[in-house]
């Protein structure tokens, strides 16, 4: 991965981004650029799903961060543009982001996590979601400063989704245990039993 940066940074910035190092690591879920120690990580995982396109494409992801400022600003985006002019093997998702639309499902995401999961304290939370996702490090420190900004914004959508679970959760119970005690009585029907009420 090393030589791959290395080639990248003088194919397509003849060899202006400053030295990164590669790191294969669990330090950040997926892949991050580390702009101030100079690194960018892969978790494991980034190798055993994906094909070696895809991870050649996120690699270039993170080195349009090392050449710009902020995470997905409008700069990284024309960067991205950039790279794939070039003919650089850059994912295609990358090309057409929409920057609210991508907070939207963030917010929804940590909503959602609210309903699914109530009583989980924000530290847990925080250690599932919002690491799968990149905001967070493996010790639970914003991975930049928009992702600090970010999070605030993330919890108040999670407790909005667990305030909603806590109060509608009677109501959900009780539909839940009717339908389980309909699939009972249709089991025991197709098993030939006879009913009670008989």
Same mark, same amino acid.
């Given at each position: ?10 194919? !397509? ?8 190092? @590669? @790191? ?22 980034v190798f055993e799903?994906?094909? =070696?396109?895809?991870?050649? *494409?996120?690699?270039?992801? *993170? ?13 990284? !985006?024309?960067?991205? %543009? ?13 090309l057409t982001m929409?920057?609210?639309?991508? !907070? ?18 924000? %530290? =847990?939370?925080?250690?599932?979601? $919002? ?9 639970? #420190?914003?991975?930049? %400063?928009? /992702? +600090? ?7 108040? /959508?999670?407790?909005?989704? /667990?305030?909603? +679970?806590? #109060?509608?959760?009677? $109501? ?14 249709? +089991? ?11």
């Amino acid at each position: 991965m090393q030589r791959l940066f290395d080639d990248y940074n003088r194919r !397509y910035w003849r060899g202006r981004l400053p030295r990164y190092n @590669v @790191v294969i690591s669990d330090t950040y879920w997926g892949s991050a650029c580390d702009r101030r120690n100079r690194q960018v990580f892969f978790h494991p995982v980034v190798f055993e799903r994906s094909s =070696e396109r895809q991870v050649r *494409e996120t690699l270039l992801h *993170e080195m349009a961060h090392a050449a710009t400022p902020g995470v997905h600003s409008k700069a990284w !985006y024309r960067e991205m %543009k950039r790279l794939h002019r070039l003919g650089a093997p850059v994912d295609a998702s990358d090309l057409t982001m929409d920057f609210t639309a991508s !907070y939207e499902v963030i917010f929804d995401e940590f909503e959602e996590h609210g309903w699914d999961s109530p009583s989980m304290p924000w %530290k =847990e939370t925080l250690r599932r979601l $919002a690491y799968r996702m990149g905001l967070v490090t493996g010790d639970l #420190k914003p991975v930049s %400063k928009s /992702a +600090a900004r970010l999070l605030p914004r993330c919890r108040t /959508a999670f407790l909005r989704g /667990a305030r909603w +679970a806590r #109060k509608n959760q009677p $109501a959900i119970t009780r539909a839940s245990r009717r339908i389980a005690k309909q699939q009972q009585r249709q +089991a025991v029907r197709k098993l030939g039993f006879p009913s009670r009420q008989a």
